[in-house]
């Protein structure tokens, strides 16, 4: 996953870029944009940070919220674009597509379970 960052805060773009390390693209190779303010016109895939209003991720965030928040917008825009490819197709395919979303459901559900597993694991014992 390669991922741009456009912020006004210098703060924010700062803490971005920390935490984003080894990710980080130019917004012309870059799967997702995460920025602080709507750029209208931009048809580029991004994640809106901001404290209210409709943004995808409240501000203060944490590293793991923000990693989950990108994964997420990046598998619905996929599974979007595998439903529209395949509503003109046979029903095989769309069996194909029905089950790949599954699947990539399934993944995340997990992932997400593993996480609150070992967040409950490191408490017990950070106690």
Do not use: W
């Amino acid at each position: 996953m390669k991922v741009a960052i456009q912020c006004e805060s210098p703060l924010l773009q700062r803490s971005l870029e920390l935490f984003l390390e080894g990710h980080l693209g130019s917004l012309r190779h870059c799967d997702i944009v995460v920025r602080d303010h709507i750029v209208p016109h931009d048809k580029r895939l991004s994640l809106l940070i901001g404290t209210s209003g409709d943004v995808d991720l409240l501000k203060p965030f944490s590293k793991g919220e923000l990693f989950r928040r990108l994964q997420e917008k990046i598998n619905l825009t996929k599974d979007e674009i595998l439903i529209n490819e395949c509503s003109v197709s046979h029903d095989e395919i769309e069996e194909k597509v029905s089950s790949d979303i599954l699947e990539r459901h399934i993944e995340k559900l997990t992932q997400e379970y593993q996480a609150n597993i070992l967040k409950a694991i490191k408490a017990f014992y950070e106690k």
